[in-house]
């Protein structure tokens, strides 16, 4: 079974502070990579997609991937408050998105 | 604006009772899915369709039914098969099965609560 791995945290960080944020992945043959932010009671929206090895930036998001090592992580730079939420990681092989159970992630002022 | 728009928002259901929840969305999107989120958990995939009269079963199928007559529409139903129903369900679509086209709008959501 296709696995997706992420530590459930709680990840605290202090405002202005890098949060880091890691998952890894079972599959090989996975192609493409996303990051998506849920706040408490809310669904899902996605902040990055990457789709091969290196890092993607978008704005004071940082998507970093290495097939070789099947990882992919984000980074947050200047961390606020408004960021605390969960953070879900997803893979797809083929047709299919499997998901990670998420990091809560805590932002404190 | 284009989207995904799921209703109920709140459901409650006795034991022993189908409810049916509604997923409707106006984006042109091929492929339409059913998730399931318990709380602290991520997204499990109940069932998904790519295209309209086709559904598979994804990892939760059991106690779940879906129908995809229109494009628009993926309607799933919980049935009282389900022996745990209670949970936060998510509907979301994507253009479809080519690279780079899995990317998911999800709607606001479903919260299922068995009284």
């Known amino acids: 079974q296709k696995e997706v791995e992420q530590n459930s945290g709680p990840l605290s960080v202090p405002e202005g502070a890098i949060a880091s944020l890691n998952c890894t992945y079972s599959?090989?043959?996975?192609?493409?990579f996303f990051w998506y932010r849920q706040y408490s009671g809310k669904s899902p929206e996605l902040i990055m997609s990457i789709y091969s090895n290196g890092d993607k930036e978008d704005g004071r998001f940082t998507a970093q991937l290495n097939k070789a090592s099947q990882y992919v992580s984000l980074l947050i730079r200047d961390s606020q408050p408004s960021d605390s939420a969960t953070y879900l990681c997803a893979v797809n092989a083929g047709n299919m998105l499997t998901f990670g159970g998420g990091t809560r992630l805590m932002v404190k002022p | 604006d284009g989207g995904i728009t799921q209703s109920p928002k709140y459901l409650f259901r006795k034991e022993g009772q189908n409810v049916t929840l509604s997923c409707e969305q106006n984006?042109?999107?091929?492929?339409m899915y059913w998730y399931r989120q318990d709380p602290g958990q991520g997204l499990r995939l109940i069932y998904y369709?790519?295209?309209?009269?086709?559904?598979q079963k994804g990892d939760i199928a059991e106690g779940y039914s879906v129908s995809r007559e229109k494009k628009e529409s993926f309607p799933l139903t919980v049935t009282s098969a389900q022996k745990n129903p209670t949970a936060f369900y998510l509907c979301a679509s994507s253009r479809g099965q080519s690279s780079g086209a899995n990317v998911l709008t999800f709607g606001a959501g479903s919260r299922l609560t068995v009284l």
């Open positions: 369709s790519q295209i309209v009269n086709d559904f």
């Open positions: 599959d090989r043959g996975s192609q493409s």
């Open positions: 984006l042109n999107h091929d492929a």
